[in-house]
């Protein structure tokens, strides 16, 4: 399967915008209409922290144009919850690491902002199971 179809799949199990990028930060692929414009450096940001280089919570993480507090954090994935903004316009989000890359996933806030998390550590488990 291409990176794009792993995009649009994570898409139809509820997600606003989901994105792939290797360790370094490069996009791979991502939403056609990206709800968020994600850096290279903010991507390199999550992955040192996930690689504990650097302190997320501390720290904080910004993606795009906002910012968002770390609610969960294991060895391969952090959720990450919006800080501030309109109510009806926040996001959940989580990142998944797996061996050459990582896997973003961004659901809306509310009763879909678990999509985010399932999908993207599902796929992430999967690649690191085929070893990528």
């Not at 501030?84 to 050459?100: H, P, Q, R, S, W």
């Not at 990582?102 to 879909?112: F, K, M, T």
Request: net charge neutral; with cysteine; glycine share 10%.
């Amino acid at each position: 399967m291409s990176w794009e179809g792993y995009v649009t799949n994570i898409e139809r199990e509820g997600c606003v915008y989901a994105s792939f990028f290797d360790l370094d930060g490069n996009k791979w692929a991502e939403s056609k209409s990206p709800k968020l414009t994600v850096t290279q450096d903010q991507i390199q940001h999550v992955v040192k922290g996930l690689k504990n280089q650097v302190d997320l919570r501390a720290a904080g993480v910004k993606l795009g144009d906002r910012k968002f507090l770390v609610i969960d954090m294991t060895d391969n994935s952090v959720v990450l919850k919006q800080l501030g903004g309109d109510v009806n316009d926040k996001y959940m989000a989580c990142v998944g690491l797996f061996k050459t890359g990582c896997c973003l996933g961004v659901s809306a806030a509310g009763e879909r902002e678990k999509a985010s998390r399932s999908s993207i550590e599902k796929n992430a488990e999967y690649l690191r199971s085929l070893n990528y």
